[in-house]
């Protein structure tokens, strides 16, 4: 998921500006999640403005507009409601291959709404918000929300994520296999287990399940 940038992009031009390639400043400004605002950076709701900041500067508007856009946009619907190029697509694939399959978000108890105007929600079996179980990745206590209903051990399953810092790392402190997701190739650090793409993500797992030769 990320965040609609349409939605966002009408609420800066209802008060007068004109964002520059916003869905490009949006993956610019998401990768800071690695850098500037890891979980070093304290709870984010003291460094969300600095965030949003970034992305005003990444998308060359004000950073009050920005603020208040996002504010305007982000009330009745969560904005983070736009599923990434391949959502469906790969969790069909790994659905259809008999894969167990959950979602497990920082959010702030509105994932699954969204979730479910993305299409998305009946796709998946569990899903885990943050803001729901009161507890957030980087803990690796979050994913035990998910693995117990879904019956699996962490060392038998997989979770892909766009963060390093958050979802790798909490993915891995818990047990599970961690993947990374870099959409754009904006990611500065490295990790061994990388794709650009969710298709890429489905083929790779698919072919860990399929049978050797012989």
Same mark, same amino acid.
């Given at each position: 998921?990320? %965040?609609?940038?349409?939605?966002?992009?009408? +609420?800066?031009?209802?008060?007068?500006?004109?964002?520059?390639?916003?869905?490009?400043?949006?993956?610019?400004?998401?990768?800071?999640?690695?850098?500037?605002?890891?979980?070093?950076?304290?709870?984010?709701?003291?460094?969300?403005?600095?965030?949003?900041?970034?992305?005003?500067?990444?998308?060359?508007?004000?950073?009050?507009?920005?603020?208040?856009?996002?504010? &305007? =946009?982000?009330?009745?619907?969560?904005?983070?409601?736009?599923?990434?190029?391949?959502?469906?697509?790969?969790?069909?694939?790994?659905?259809?291959?008999? *894969?167990?399959?959950?979602?497990?978000?920082?959010?702030?108890?509105?994932?699954?709404?969204?979730?479910?105007?993305?299409?998305?929600?009946?796709?998946?079996?569990?899903? %885990?918000?943050? /803001?729901?179980?009161? %507890?957030?990745?980087?803990?690796?206590?979050?994913?035990?929300? &998910? *693995?117990?209903?879904?019956?699996? &051990?962490?060392?038998?399953?997989?979770?892909?994520?766009?963060?390093?810092?958050?979802?790798?790392?909490? +993915?891995?402190? +818990?047990?599970?296999?961690?993947?990374?997701?870099?959409?754009?190739? *904006?990611?500065?650090?490295?990790?061994?287990?990388?794709?650009?793409?969710?298709?890429?993500?489905?083929?790779? %797992?698919? =072919? &860990?399940?399929?049978? /050797?030769?012989?």
């Amino acid at each position: 998921m990320q %965040v609609h940038v349409g939605r966002l992009g009408a +609420a800066l031009r209802d008060r007068g500006c004109d964002p520059f390639e916003l869905d490009e400043a949006f993956w610019r400004t998401l990768a800071t999640l690695d850098s500037e605002f890891g979980p070093w950076a304290g709870a984010w709701e003291s460094w969300f403005e600095r965030w949003l900041d970034h992305l005003a500067g990444c998308s060359r508007v004000p950073s009050p507009a920005m603020r208040e856009a996002w504010r &305007a =946009a982000d009330g009745e619907l969560h904005l983070w409601d736009l599923p990434v190029p391949g959502a469906a697509e790969c969790l069909r694939r790994l659905r259809e291959a008999g *894969l167990r399959l959950g979602i497990v978000s920082n959010a702030d108890g509105r994932i699954a709404g969204a979730l479910g105007r993305a299409g998305l929600h009946d796709l998946v079996e569990v899903v %885990v918000d943050s /803001g729901v179980v009161d %507890v957030a990745k980087p803990d690796p206590g979050i994913f035990s929300h &998910a *693995l117990a209903p879904l019956g699996l &051990a962490p060392e038998e399953t997989w979770y892909l994520g766009d963060t390093v810092v958050y979802d790798a790392a909490g +993915a891995r402190a +818990a047990g599970l296999l961690d993947w990374i997701v870099d959409h754009r190739g *904006l990611r500065s650090g490295c990790h061994p287990r990388r794709v650009s793409s969710l298709g890429e993500f489905a083929d790779a %797992v698919l =072919a &860990a399940r399929a049978p /050797g030769p012989g």
